[in-house]
């Protein structure tokens, strides 16, 4: 199971509060290292994560309510 999949049943089991919490920290965690870098190509990785991270958010969130 990906880790994904994992927040997506405890959003199932009850915790959205604790996994949308969770994401939404990381989400910035990588905002905040994206502004902080200054290699371009890290930069680009963390643009793509950022934006992977943002769909699977918007799916819990949607899952949730």
Do not use: H, P, W, Y
Request: net charge negative; proline share 0%; aromatic share 4%.
């Amino acid at each position: 199971m990906t880790r994904f999949e994992k927040d997506l049943q405890r959003v199932i089991d009850g915790d959205e509060i604790e996994v949308i919490t969770e994401r939404r920290n990381e989400i910035q965690a990588l905002k905040d290292e994206l502004g902080r870098c200054k290699n371009n190509f890290r930069s680009e990785c963390l643009a793509q994560e950022i934006a992977s991270r943002r769909n699977e958010f918007s799916l819990i969130i949607n899952r949730a309510v």
